[in-house]
């Protein structure tokens, strides 16, 4: 299984969702799953920013753009090549008041292309190319917004990363969220985490099962 993971915390070894993310790779390797990982962390390689060139070139046709239109798209059309080779998505991130990290919002930006992560076709339709790819996001959070919670409303990153996501073609992304952990105490965040390590091991459970039974196909035929 090819999986593209993609880390966001501006945290190094302190990262909470980085621990998960890792913790959930390696629960797929113990499940027997063969990972070919592609790695990305956009807190130490965080893509380009949206300038006017960006904009210009994306919405110019491709057989009309000129070199220089060609070299800004460089970067953003490798991005997406990579995230439309994967089998499955890995992202990974903490919530930065009360959404996305604003490297990962950069790499949403850089992978949100018309014609290569989702084409408009004839009859009008916005047609998303990541609809074959398994996604699972893997959210920390400091406070507990859990639905029923008194700052549940306050959750804007779920939203937010199923819209985008959802325009470009993955229809039933998991969510695994720890919380709460920088609001709480220890008793809380030990729990937390716990919660979000046995989410994740029947996540990494239900993937493995569909990969080796796709394996077993194969072999068979």
């Known amino acids: 299984m090819k999986i593209m993971h993609v ?27 063969d990972v070919d990982l592609d790695y990305l962390d956009v807190a130490v390689n965080t893509p380009p920013h949206v300038t006017e060139a960006f904009a210009i070139a994306t919405y110019t046709q491709a057989s009309e753009r000129t070199q220089a239109m060609k070299d800004t798209l460089a970067a953003s059309d490798a991005l997406c090549q990579r995230l439309l080779d994967a089998d499955a998505l890995v992202l990974a991130m903490p919530m930065y008041n009360w959404s996305m990290p604003s490297a990962f919002k950069a790499f949403v ?7 290569l992560t989702y084409v408009n076709t004839a009859d009008g339709r916005i047609d998303g190319q990541l609809g074959r790819q398994k996604v699972l996001f893997i959210t920390s959070r400091g406070a ?28 039933n992304p998991t969510f695994v969220d720890a919380q709460p ?3 709480s105490d220890q ?17 990494a459970a239900r993937w ?14």
Do not use: C, H, W, Y
């Not at 306050?154 to 996501?165: E, G, H, R, V, W």
């Not at 809380?188 to 994740?200: K, M, N, P, S």
């Open 7 to 33: 880390d966001a915390s501006a945290k190094r070894e302190r990262s909470n969702s980085r621990a998960l993310s890792r913790f959930f790779i390696e629960q797929l390797r113990e499940e027997g799953v």
């Open 109 to 115: 930006d850089s992978i949100t292309r018309t014609g």
């Open 144 to 171: 507990d917004l859990r639905p029923g919670t008194p700052f549940s409303s306050m959750d804007a990153l779920t939203p937010s990363l199923k819209a985008a996501f959802g325009f470009l073609g993955v229809a």
């Open 181 to 183: 952990l920088q609001f």
């Open 187 to 203: 008793q809380a965040r030990t729990e937390a985490l716990e919660r979000a390590r046995g989410e994740l091991s029947a996540v």
């Open 208 to 221: 493995a099962e569909v990969s080796l039974t796709m394996q077993e196909e194969l072999a068979a035929s």
